[in-house]
């Protein structure tokens, strides 16, 4: 009797605790990981690995900027002895205006700066004043990025521009214990009857080989996820130190670690030529072309190295002497020259 009593009990315990979804243990039946979707995994299979946008040491910038409700903005007279008094420091509200004061309220949201500063200036006229330049600087977008799963502060961040997934990962506080680096994800914005954007993150690969491939640089609205382990891949103990399916796998080192030039990291953005850009009151613009190597008037400077046979010292920034030879007549640059200014009359 007092066995089948003991079984009575034991099976009406577990019908309770099956009943409550095992709460009463601090358990639950249903998983309330950060796992990964069977829709994500099927769109993360068919996402390009090494597509070709901004990512770190190819770095871009945002064309134009548009203003948004919520970013700080500073208006100011550009003359220092302006009569005209406007409040410096604002935040565009949610209806997309700012104060300036006597001349009323405008609407700042969906422009750019440069259009801003007209509207101001529109603004200023309309009410009776003389033209005024008006400068109008952005001190505080607010442009943010997401980082959710398994990190140990998820959040929104503020986006400043150069940002990375590195970068936003450990603004989280990086990843936590039950994190699963094969995982990880970079989701961009879309809109509702597009297709969707995601790209792989490969954390091993980008922390321990330095390798930039997925190291995306952030935009505005990006969501950086981080899956949780399954149980399966806990088991898996022995796989643990395997490179990911989605990464590359054919690493390789680099015997000299000199031998990667250092690029410039803005990649991404035409750089206007200093001559160009720099323009005097009695000067002309200089315009410059690029000369191909193959066709400048210049000839390629012979080879004077010394002999390889014979000793040459290392100096102490690591450079190696050669004497009176000058370093920069042993190599044939890509010569930028400048054509000749037109004559003024």
Not at 7 to 17: E, F, G, K, N
Not at 287 to 316: I, K
Request: with cysteine.
């Amino acid at each position: 009797m007092t066995i089948n009593k003991f079984i009575h009990t034991i099976a009406a315990a577990s019908i309770i605790m099956l009943s409550t979804g095992c709460s009463s243990l601090g358990l639950s039946l249903f998983p309330t990981g950060h796992y990964l979707t069977e829709q994500s995994v099927e769109i993360l299979k068919c996402s390009p690995r090494a597509a070709e946008i901004p990512r770190e040491l190819s770095l871009g910038v945002e064309p134009v900027h548009y203003l948004h409700p919520g970013d700080m903005v500073l208006i100011e007279p550009v003359e220092l002895d302006s009569e005209v008094r406007i409040p410096a420091d604002q935040k565009i509200l949610t209806d997309g205006t700012v104060d300036l004061g006597k001349f009323g309220r405008v609407v700042l949201a969906g422009h750019t700066v440069e259009g801003a500063e007209a509207l101001i200036e529109q603004s200023i006229v309309a009410s009776g004043e003389a033209s005024e330049p008006i400068n109008v600087r952005l001190l505080d977008p607010v442009h943010r990025f997401y980082v959710l799963g398994e990190v140990n502060s998820p959040g929104s961040y503020p986006l400043e521009g150069h940002e990375s997934v590195l970068d936003g990962i450990l603004a989280a506080g990086g990843l936590t214990s039950a994190a699963a680096p094969c995982k990880i994800l970079l989701a961009r914005p879309t809109m509702p009857t597009s297709c969707r954007v995601t790209l792989p993150v490969c954390y091993r690969e980008i922390t321990q080989l330095g390798d930039t491939t997925t190291n995306y640089q952030l935009q505005p609205g990006d969501r950086i996820f981080v899956a949780t382990r399954t149980f399966c891949e806990d088991l898996m103990f022995w796989q643990a130190d395997k490179t990911c399916e989605r990464c590359c796998k054919c690493q390789k080192a680099c015997l000299d670690p000199n031998m990667i030039a250092r690029e410039n990291p803005m990649g991404c953005v035409a750089v206007t030529p200093v001559s160009a850009s720099i323009v005097t009151e009695n000067a002309a613009v200089v315009r410059t072309e690029v000369v191909d190597v193959g066709t400048t008037s210049r000839p390629v400077a012979p080879s004077r190295l010394p002999d390889t046979n014979s000793n040459r010292s290392t100096l102490v920034d690591g450079e190696l002497d050669f004497g009176d030879v000058d370093p920069m007549d042993r190599f044939e640059p890509l010569w930028i020259t400048p054509s000749e200014p037109a004559e003024s009359p």
